[in-house]
């Protein structure tokens, strides 16, 4: 007998109560009623309650607190299975002999929708949201979803919908048919009881959506959806076996349809692909969880200042605007100060024109939300001010200067340097403890990553408020320590010389970006260089030449195009010429390589895509570990983070780090020790990465550490 909802037992995460002639099932499986072993058993005992009592006339199923069922429990993936599986118990919900009702809110994803669609009727309050985001964990829905949502909604839809993970409104979900009715009552429970009394009332039956047929689609409608994913999801399995699982539901029974469906999810339960994609959702979210800002509260935040008004600073004004912010931003003079306001409206209209922003929002942030000047004065209400302006130390150190001067006391005061010493910025200040660095990336109000610079002054509640801005303005933040280029940029500079070195030893730039790009990046290493402008690495290269050590084997093929004026994109040239033809190798760059070599006595030698791409990777990683091991990034975790959401790693490779724990640690130190019989300077082992092959222990063993 299932306990009665009047008396729980703690640890029961479903709870039935009879109202009436009807059964109300309630989950309350806290954060996000995930469908966990004691749920899934929970609703099994429930439904086999049901099916022997004769008072029962319909059933509710409806979650507690904020959602309906969002999924599987995730945690459990990778452990043995234990019955109830879900497809079963889905089956034994539609099976039932009395009509059931999903009463639905908040968000009724992957295993949750297909609960609901499980059920027989669905209502949903207007705000809920649905959608099967399991090609997003690198799985499909693989407990009937593939096969039920084409009977309900179409083929086309549920392919679309599977395939891309998406979620989708109240409004596009009862259009689609995939739920019933949008009822505004304020309580799930009440709509649930409602729409089954009047399914009583109205004597009707079961609906199960498995004895539909779903309507046929020409066979050209897969091959296209195969060809467009093959190119958008390029390298990842889970969309192909999403495509083959929907593609069985229009030419299999139901039954047959579903075997089909778990041959398809058991294979990609089993890839290294499953484990990276659910190892970046944890670490996405594991990031916050940063001790030194354990129960610390953030200061408030309403009014932004932003110093600079270029290429970073407008991005971020438009970020803020967008998280509702008002902000104030700085420019040297009138001119400049015309220049910003015509770029951050131009974004703004961008988004108005996408549908991100409405017009009338649009109209009340040119006409007063947004500010902009080059009277600094105008930064005293100013709860955080985040300069952006040119990346040098003498002008950070005067504009610190002067808001140290201006900004009230309790104002935040940060710069998005991507190099500079945060100390050396906050030592300009009376007020050390309130200065950090939020180093946001280009386009800002696009890319997801912001690395929080935390300098040795910095408080722990001025770092904790960096992670609430963060929050508010939709971005995944990464503790970061102070360094020349903190986490992300410092990686970088290190595996961007591994990429030099396969060069310099025979491979040209093209074939270098070419096997990155068919790794899984999102683009190659030379091509991000033309796009980011050659000047900018350049003039890091100057700046770092005087304390560059002699034994480092230099590079200077990019600088001999810097020098004819070939800065990438902007000028029309660079390691590409950008032209008519779109994007095309410079020969000019096979020239200087080819000087290079001879100067350097170098017999240039074919190097395999595979050679680049492990040169490449083991360069990634073993800075990396470094940074961990400095303390730079808090875990191994951290660093996979930043170079998912800044840098375009492959997230179905999880991040660098999950990478070397898929490969094994002992191949990337072999890799390392094989490169550095050509060059022992730049290949030398980090200290942690030895000490963790010889302990025969993973990154991951840090992560949970
Ligand atoms: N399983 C286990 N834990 C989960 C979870 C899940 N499905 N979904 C969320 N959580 C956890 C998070 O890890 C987080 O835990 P911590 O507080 O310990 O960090 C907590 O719940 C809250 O999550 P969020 O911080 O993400 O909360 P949010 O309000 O921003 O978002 C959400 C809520 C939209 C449900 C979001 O968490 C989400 O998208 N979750 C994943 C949903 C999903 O992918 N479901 C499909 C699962 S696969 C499946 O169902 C396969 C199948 O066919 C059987
Ligand atoms: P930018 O050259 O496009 O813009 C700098 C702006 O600052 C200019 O508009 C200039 O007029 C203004 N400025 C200079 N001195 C000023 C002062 N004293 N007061 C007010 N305004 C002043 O440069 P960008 O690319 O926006 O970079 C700005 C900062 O952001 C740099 O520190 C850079 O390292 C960092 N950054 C740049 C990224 C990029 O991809 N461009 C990415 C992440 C960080």
Known sequence: MLPRKEEPPV????????????????????????????????????????????????????????????????????????????????????????????????TALGGGLEVALGAHYRVAVPNARFGLPEVTLGILPGAGGTQRLPRLAGVEFALEAITSGRQISADEALKAGVIDRISDTSDVREMGLTYARELVASGATPRRTSELSPVPVAAEVFDAARTRLAKKARGQLAPQNCIKAVEGATRLSFAEGLANERALFQELMESDQR???????????????????????????????????????????????????????IERDADAVARAEANVSKTLQGSVKRGKLSQENYDAIMGGTFRASDDYATLAEADVVIEAVFESMEVKKDVFTKLDAICKPGAILASNTSYLDVNEIAAMTSRPEDVIG???????????????????????????????????????????????????????????????????????????????????????????????????????????????????????????????????????????????????????????????????????????????????????????????????????LDVDVTLLNGYGFPRWRGGPMQYADTVGLDKILADIERFAQEDDFLWQPASLLKRLVAEGKTFADLNNA
């Open 275 to 329: 484990a990276a994609l659910i190892h970046a959702f944890f670490a996405e979210r594991q990031v916050a969880k940063v001790p030194e800002i354990k129960d610390v509260a953030p200061r408030t935040i309403d009014q932004i200042g932003v110093i600079g008004g270029g290429t970073m600073g407008a991005g971020i004004a438009v970020s803020a605007l967008l998280a509702g912010l008002q902000v104030t931003l």
């Open 11 to 106: 640890s029961n995460p479903v709870l039935m109560e009879v109202v009436d002639d009807i059964a109300v099932i309630a989950i309350a499986n806290p954060p996000v009623n995930a469908l966990s072993h004691a749920v899934r058993s929970g609703l099994d005992a429930a439904f086999a309650e049901i099916a022997r009592r004769d008072d029962v006339k319909a059933v509710v199923i409806y979650g507690t607190d904020r959602t309906f069922i969002a999924g599987a429990d995730i945690r459990e993936f990778g452990k043995p299975p234990q019955e109830p599986f879900l497809p079963d118990l889905i089956n034994r919900i539609e099976a039932c002999v009395v009509p059931v009702v999903a009463a639905l809110h908040g």
């Open 438 to 636: 939020l180093h946001f990336f280009s386009p800002a109000h696009v890319m997801r990553l912001l690395e929080i610079v935390v300098a040795d002054k910095t408080a722990p509640e001025v770092t904790a408020t960096g992670f609430a801005l963060a929050k508010r303005l939709k971005k995944v933040a990464v503790r970061a320590g102070v360094c020349d280029g903190f986490i992300g940029n410092r990686i970088l500079s290190h595996y961007r010389k591994a990429g030099d070195g396969a060069v310099l030893a025979g491979a040209s730039p093209f074939e270098v970006d070419r096997a990155l790009v068919n790794f899984g990046l999102a683009m190659g290493p030379y091509a991000v260089s033309d796009l980011a402008g050659l000047d900018i690495g350049w003039a890091t290269r100057k700046r770092l030449a005087p304390t560059r050590d002699p034994r480092e084997v230099y590079a200077e093929f990019a600088d001999r195009l810097c020098e004819a004026g070939h800065f990438g994109r902007k000028t029309g040239k660079g390691f590409y010429v950008y032209g008519e033809e779109g994007q095309v190798p410079n020969d000019e760059v096979l020239e200087h390589i080819a000087m290079e070599r001879a100067a350097k006595g170098i017999a240039a030698r074919k190097i395999s895509e595979q050679e680049i791409v492990d040169r490449y990777m083991a360069a990634m990683v073993n800075e990396a570990a470094r940074v961990v091991e400095e303390g730079i990034a808090l875990r191994p």
